[in-house]
């Protein structure tokens, strides 16, 4: 679904280059939760948005359903985001002056789709926002806004979410919460990229990674998950249940 | 969910910044439209002195006309169609005519395609002795002017004399205490008086006019008159040699001889006051266009500073827009919005502006229009309403101008968003 090879990226900074991501080399498969974890300022955004063909890498290659979207036009590119990608963000990100419900709607106007607004209200009772439907989000709690982000990001079913520190803004409780939804994507199918402080993320992940210094290690697997690997040619971790 | 409810949701959150956008959009279009009912309530006032004017001058000359008439009236005739072998010494002496011509001639004349001469007066003039009364009078028979027949016929300058009555000139009537209504004799004829004239000082005062045919009667000159007595056109001042050329052309056997100068001065003096009238008018218009062009030329260089400076507090507006909504421009391109549908956003936000905008502002401009007309013009309030300065062109020209100025000063900062690259956003979130 997701496949990172060998990408690099760098950028110009007061002190000379400055190297976010050094050749990394990622695969993930859908159904598959990976979670990568970090200090801050790792590169662990920077991946997510190379990831999600938002930032082009100085190097490597980035292939989204076997599409580089980097070789593709920005009105392509776009198209690519809308129909195979979800983002999640720490700071959810929600239009301020929409609410819930027309937030959840939102990625459908960049691909507009049959059925959409039924869509939108099913997700909102799914994440139990019903009564927030016509708030916006000023009137929410964190955790609601982050459950109503969750519920925009996979509006048009992405075969890959992404996910930056959903988690750093939330309590214990709700954080627990959205890595739930996060892993009941992987298991609906989708690939899951999140990258975390959290370390309770890591115990719904099939593989793990730590991101230091731009450099991708695996770590330990987790018990009764997926085999985790850095690099190509790991087996997924559906492949792993299913063995 | 279409593009349109995200602009106008955006709207209603960040109503200020719309509120001033319109403000603005309003002032440049109201300014606009407020210039373009100035000039239209000046054309109209224009139009109304102009009018008035016209008017007056219609009147003047009406007068003028009505006084040449009688003028002309007073002065006699100043054209004199003689026979040829008249001595013009003669005739200056004795003040008639000692040589006769058919009166046929004044028919011939009358029919001719002479255009220079529009009243035709045969007359048989002498001096007599009046017996009766013991005095020497000029006896002149006239019958009335000759029309000519291939011109509408105009009004007679001198009215015939009706058959069996006399005109009597003002010395005469005096002192012989004759009035309208007695019975006189003269020449063993009897006849009634018809009219007494005013004093004239001339000849005049000493002549009894009565019908040709009696006078041909009575001093034995049947179908004989010594002169014709002419009125040139009030319309064809031709120069003297031409009306001779003309009549001689038409009556060899004449002559012709110029009197009454006083007359054609009166003329062109009225022709000059009627110029001077006309002249005044061309001055009235010409100062008319000349302010409106000067009120055209201020107008235009106001609406261009205030829609200049319009567009740019616009600009700044839709600028700060943009950096306010960096974050939601970034999200927006993460969720796969298309460049082209951020630039649509923002530029479809302008051109509601500018409609809106446009929309105030046409009727600001046409209600300040009209109280600056009532105050800069003069003119009456009555005169410049609303609807009197209503022009469809100028609602459509407003709208026109305020959504291409939102849009035109929006497009920098809606390219800018547009091309915002959105991982810069997310970054430094």
């Known amino acids: 679904m997701l496949e990172l090879k060998e990408v690099s990226k760098?950028?110009?900074?007061?002190?000379?280059?400055?190297?976010?991501?050094?050749?990394?080399?990622?695969?993930?498969?859908?159904?598959?939760?990976?979670?990568?974890?970090?200090?801050?300022?790792?590169?662990?955004?920077?991946?997510?948005?190379?990831?999600?063909?938002?930032?082009?890498?100085?190097?490597?290659?980035?292939?989204?359903?076997?599409?580089?979207?980097?070789?593709?036009?920005?009105?392509?590119?776009?198209?690519?985001?809308?129909?195979?990608?979800?983002?999640?963000?720490?700071?959810?990100?929600?239009?301020?002056?929409?609410?819930?419900?027309?937030?959840?709607?939102?990625?459908?106007?960049?691909?507009?789709?049959?059925?959409?607004?039924?869509?939108?209200?099913?997700?909102?009772?799914?994440?139990?926002?019903?009564?927030?439907?016509?708030?916006?989000?000023?009137?929410l709690s964190t955790g609601e806004r982050q459950r109503t982000a969750l519920a925009r990001a996979v509006l048009n079913r992405p075969k890959l979410i992404l996910a930056d520190e959903p988690t750093g803004n939330l309590d214990e409780e709700n954080a627990a919460m959205v890595l739930d939804y996060l892993a009941e994507f992987a298991d609906q199918g989708s690939a899951v990229l999140l990258v975390t402080h959290d370390a309770g993320a890591a115990g719904r992940a099939h593989r793990t990674f730590r991101l230091d210094e731009g450099k991708l290690a695996p770590t330990s697997p987790v018990p009764g998950g997926a085999a985790v690997h850095a690099g190509m040619n790991h087996p997924s971790p559906r492949k792993a249940r299913d063995q | 969910m279409r593009t349109g409810r995200l602009v106008i949701k955006e709207i209603s959150y960040r109503k200020v910044g719309f509120v001033l956008g319109l403000v603005s959009i309003a002032v440049a279009?109201?300014?606009?439209?407020?210039?373009?009912?100035?000039l239209k309530a000046h054309d109209l006032r224009t139009q109304a002195i102009v009018e008035r004017k016209e008017a007056e001058t219609k009147v003047i000359m009406a007068t003028l006309e009505d006084d040449m008439r009688k003028a002309m009236l007073k002065l006699g005739f100043n054209i004199v169609i003689l026979p040829k072998e008249q001595s013009l010494g003669d005739w200056h002496a004795d003040d008639y005519g000692s040589k006769y011509m058919p009166e046929e001639y004044v028919d011939t004349l009358a029919q001719s395609d002479i255009v220079t001469v529009r009243h035709l007066l045969p007359s048989l003039q002498q001096k007599v002795k009046w017996p009766e009364r013991k005095r020497t009078i000029i006896l002149v028979g006239t019958r009335g002017e000759v029309p000519e027949l291939h011109r509408a016929p105009k009004k007679p300058l001198v009215e015939p004399v009706p058959a069996g009555t006399m005109v009597v000139g003002y010395e005469l009537h005096q002192s012989l205490g004759l009035k309208a209504g007695d019975q006189v004799e003269l020449l063993g004829r009897t006849f009634t008086v018809h009219k007494c004239h005013e004093e004239r000082g001339s000849k005049d005062d000493i002549t009894v006019w009565i019908p040709l045919d009696e006078a041909q009667d009575l001093l034995g000159k049947k179908g004989l008159i010594n002169a014709i007595l002419a009125l040139e056109c009030m319309c064809a001042w031709a120069d003297v040699g031409q009306v001779r050329e003309d009549i001689v052309r038409v009556l060899p056997e004449t002559q012709v001889i110029e009197l009454g100068s006083r007359a054609l001065a009166r003329a062109e003096a009225r022709t000059r006051v009627g110029e001077e009238a006309a002249a005044s008018l061309r001055r009235?218009?010409?100062?008319?266009?000349?302010?409106?062009?000067e009120r055209e030329r201020s107008a235009s260089v106001l609406v261009a500073v205030v829609v200049v400076a319009c567009g740019v507090w616009i600009a700044f507006l839709a600028l700060a827009n943009v950096r306010e909504r960096r974050p939601e421009i970034g999200v927006l391109r993460a969720l796969g919005f298309r460049s082209g549908q951020i630039l649509f956003l923002f530029l479809s936000k302008a051109v509601l502006m500018g409609l809106v905008g446009g929309a105030l502002g046409f009727l600001l401009g046409l209600f300040a229009g009209g109280r600056l007309a009532v105050g800069l013009e003069g003119a009456e309030p009555d005169a410049v309403t609303a609807r009197a300065l209503f022009d469809p062109a100028h609602i459509v020209l407003a709208l026109a101008l305020a959504s291409c100025l939102s849009a035109v000063a929006s497009w920098v900062p809606a390219m800018m968003a547009a091309r915002q690259e959105p991982a810069e956003v997310l970054r430094q979130e």
């Open chain 1, 10 to 139: 760098s950028f110009r900074g007061p002190e000379g280059e400055v190297r976010a991501l050094e050749a990394i080399s990622l695969a993930v498969e859908a159904g598959e939760l990976v979670v990568v974890h970090g200090p801050s300022g790792s590169g662990k955004t920077t991946l997510l948005l190379v990831a999600g063909g938002l930032l082009r890498p100085s190097g490597g290659e980035v292939l989204v359903e076997g599409c580089d979207p980097y070789r593709l036009g920005p009105n392509q590119r776009s198209a690519l985001r809308a129909e195979s990608v979800g983002f999640v963000f720490q700071q959810f990100h929600l239009i301020p002056y929409l609410d819930v419900l027309d937030n959840v709607r939102a990625p459908s106007v960049a691909r507009p789709q049959p059925g959409a607004v039924d869509r939108a209200r099913e997700l909102v009772r799914r994440f139990s926002l019903e009564h927030r439907f016509h708030h916006v989000p000023a009137q």
């Open chain 2, 284 to 293: 009235e218009k010409a100062l008319r266009a000349h302010l409106r062009g």
């Open chain 2, 29 to 38: 279009a109201g300014c606009l439209v407020g210039a373009l009912a100035l």
